[in-house]
């Protein structure tokens, strides 16, 4: 008798291995603009809501370096003698938005809408001082919306150019 076809372990065994070639391919393949957006968006936020839990535990307070019209954001940390310094959290030290995705202003009511130039946002123990709004845009064109809301330690974060809070 003459048969043709695989065994059942010999399927499986090539699905094995189908499965960790992917498993390693997959996350090493380029993501899209959108896709790096929206993950730098709610970074963004997430970072947000930690510097405000962190400053309120730590007492201590953060920093927030922003340079609207570019893809400038950085975190700092207050020194014992009031200077600026690297975070000694290494949360803290990661980039929070990807390259390539750009802070295209940022709104606060008592200064209205910043286009360029540095912008400085203080977390304190008490949290942000102000209502902050970050648009963050991609190369595609395409934005999202970071909204802080002062003390509390409350963050949102919106797909589109979102104006006022929600």
């Given at each position: 008798m003459n048969r043709r076809g695989f065994t059942l372990i010999e399927i499986v065994v090539v699905l094995a291995i189908?499965?960790?070639?992917?498993?390693?391919?997959?996350?090493?393949?380029?993501?899209?603009?959108?896709?790096?957006?929206k993950i730098s968006a709610r970074t963004l936020g997430a970072t947000l809501r930690y510097m405000q839990e962190r400053a309120a535990t730590a007492r201590t307070t953060y920093y927030l370096r922003l340079e609207p019209g570019t893809d400038s954001v950085k975190v700092l940390e207050r020194a014992a003698d009031g200077s600026e310094?690297?975070?000694?959290?290494?949360?803290?030290?990661?980039?929070?938005?990807k390259e390539g995705i750009v802070v295209a202003d940022v709104v606060i009511p008592r200064l209205g809408q910043v286009n360029d130039g540095q912008l400085r946002l203080d977390v304190g123990m008490g949290g942000l001082r102000d209502f902050v709004i970050i648009h963050l845009r991609s190369a595609e064109g395409g934005f999202w919306t970071v909204m802080a809301f002062p003390s509390g330690g409350k963050v949102k974060v919106y797909q589109g150019y979102q104006e006022e809070a929600l």
């Amino acid at each position: 008798m003459n048969r043709r076809g695989f065994t059942l372990i010999e399927i499986v065994v090539v699905l094995a291995i189908i499965a960790m070639v992917m498993l390693l391919v997959l996350p090493r393949l380029p993501s899209s603009e959108s896709e790096n957006l929206k993950i730098s968006a709610r970074t963004l936020g997430a970072t947000l809501r930690y510097m405000q839990e962190r400053a309120a535990t730590a007492r201590t307070t953060y920093y927030l370096r922003l340079e609207p019209g570019t893809d400038s954001v950085k975190v700092l940390e207050r020194a014992a003698d009031g200077s600026e310094k690297e975070p000694g959290d290494p949360l803290l030290q990661q980039r929070p938005v990807k390259e390539g995705i750009v802070v295209a202003d940022v709104v606060i009511p008592r200064l209205g809408q910043v286009n360029d130039g540095q912008l400085r946002l203080d977390v304190g123990m008490g949290g942000l001082r102000d209502f902050v709004i970050i648009h963050l845009r991609s190369a595609e064109g395409g934005f999202w919306t970071v909204m802080a809301f002062p003390s509390g330690g409350k963050v949102k974060v919106y797909q589109g150019y979102q104006e006022e809070a929600l």
